[in-house]
Nanobody, 127 residues
Framework: QVQLVESGGGLVQPGDSLTLSCTAT?????????MGWFRHAPGKEREFVAA????????LYVDSVKGRFTICKNNTNSAGYLQMNSLKPEDTAVYYC???????????????????WGQGTQVTVSS
């Protein structure tokens, strides 16, 4: 059983930056897990945002956030992060972190690939 808790969401102005955190509690080391971030905006389906492999060495981003968002992973602290820069109103959503057991040095971008999910944190970008 893995527990994930997101934090760091809030209300920010367009162009601002925000860092989301995802803390993990598990009996296995965190480098045994790949991680991803998804978001659910009003009126839309939940969509993929970013993913990183278990070692934290390779990553993948949806086109709309490339160059603005950075996913990273700290296996010593059992935590994942989503660094968000140049935020736009279109980024407003509930953001979820997800994890799956993996020691194959792979990342995953589909929701069905992940077994464990956090409760979500609200990000609102507005003037």
């Amino acid at each position: 059983q893995v527990q994930l808790v997101e934090s760091g969401g809030g209300l920010v102005q367009p162009g601002d930056s925000l860092t989301l955190s995802c803390t993990a509690t598990s009996s296995c080391p965190f480098d045994f897990y790949a991680m991803g971030w998804f978001r659910h905006a009003p009126g839309k389906e939940r969509e993929f945002v970013a993913a990183i492999n278990n070692r934290g060495t390779t990553s993948l981003y949806v086109d709309s956030v490339k160059g603005r968002f950075t996913i990273c992973k700290n296996n010593t602290n059992s935590a994942g992060y989503l660094q968000m820069n140049s935020l736009k109103p279109e980024d407003t959503a509930v953001y979820y972190c997800a994890a799956r057991y993996s020691v194959a040095n792979e990342y995953f971008y589909t929701q069905t690939s992940y077994d464990y999910w956090g409760q979500g944190t609200q990000v609102t970008v507005s003037s």
